[in-house]
T-cell receptor, first 115, second 113 residues
Framework: EAGVAQSPRYKIIEKRQSVAFWCNPI?????LYWYQQILGQGPKLLIQ????????DSQLPKDRFSAERLKGVDSTLKIQPAKLEDSAVYLC?????????????FGPGTRLTVT | GESVGLHLPTLSVQEGDNSIINCAYS??????FIWYKQESGKGPQFIID?????DKRQGQRVTVLLNKTVKHLSLQIAATQPGDSAVYFC????????????FGAGTRLFVKA
């Protein structure tokens, strides 16, 4: 079974630029998550989709971050404009159903450096 | 904050010894807990989970203990191997109008050969 795919693996941008990350979840997984992991910390949930609807985006900085999940499959996370404090690893995960009952499978992450 | 930890706690053990990694959770309403292992450059990987109606659950070489009275979770790794070296996170699933996973700060495990 193929895992969660993410691209790019690494990205370096200057502050105020924009960037987009892509995620392809495991086939058949209804729930997709984007997490931000700052160095030395645990992942923090940014947004959670159930199929193509948003379940939770309470910790997404909506003035600069946006995410969409097209046709309930792939997802993109965008940052515009980026700030220095956005430097982190952005992790995508997917699960068959909601997190209370189903194991989440994580991709390798995209390491973003904002200079 | 919900995921805090500017400095990762570190545990160093000798190969073959048992490891115990501890975690305190914050919300008594959380009813599902998971331990993840994260190796350098990789995403977190599920190790074992436990529901709040259980005190103990065993897997292959791993055991999770849950003490709801003091809101404490522990992961025991038997006969620790060099491949167990990683950062370990506990996570709680909290119902905030829909289930949401909250990660702890993590513990870095070093296994000395």
């Amino acid at each position: 079974e193929a895992g969660v795919a993410q691209s790019p693996r690494y990205k370096i941008i200057e502050k105020r630029q924009s960037v987009a990350f892509w995620c392809n979840p495991i086939s058949g997984h209804a729930t997709l998550y984007w997490y931000q992991q700052i160095l030395g910390q645990g992942p923090k949930l940014l947004i959670q989709f159930q199929n193509n609807g948003v379940v939770d985006d309470s910790q997404l900085p909506k003035d600069r971050f946006s995410a969409e999940r097209l046709k309930g499959v792939d997802s993109t996370l965008k940052i515009q404009p980026a700030k220095l404090e956005d430097s982190a690893v952005y992790l995508c995960a997917s699960s068959l159903g909601g997190p209370g009952f189903y194991e989440q499978y994580f991709g390798p992450g995209t390491r973003l450096t904002v200079t | 904050g919900e995921s805090v930890g500017l400095h990762l706690p570190t545990l160093s053990v000798q190969e073959g010894d048992n490891s115990i990694i501890n975690c305190a959770y914050s919300n008594s309403a959380s009813d599902y807990f998971i331990w993840y292992k994260q190796e350098s450059g990789k995403g977190p990987q599920f190790i074992i989970d436990i529901r709040s109606n259980m005190d103990k659950r065993q897997g292959q070489r791993v055991t999770v203990l849950l003490n709801k009275t003091v809101k404490h979770l522990s992961l025991q790794i038997a006969a620790t191997q060099p491949g167990d070296s990683a950062v370990y996170f506990c996570a709680e699933n909290r119902n905030t109008g829909g289930f949401k996973t909250i990660f702890g700060a993590g513990t870095r495990l070093f296994v000395k050969a």
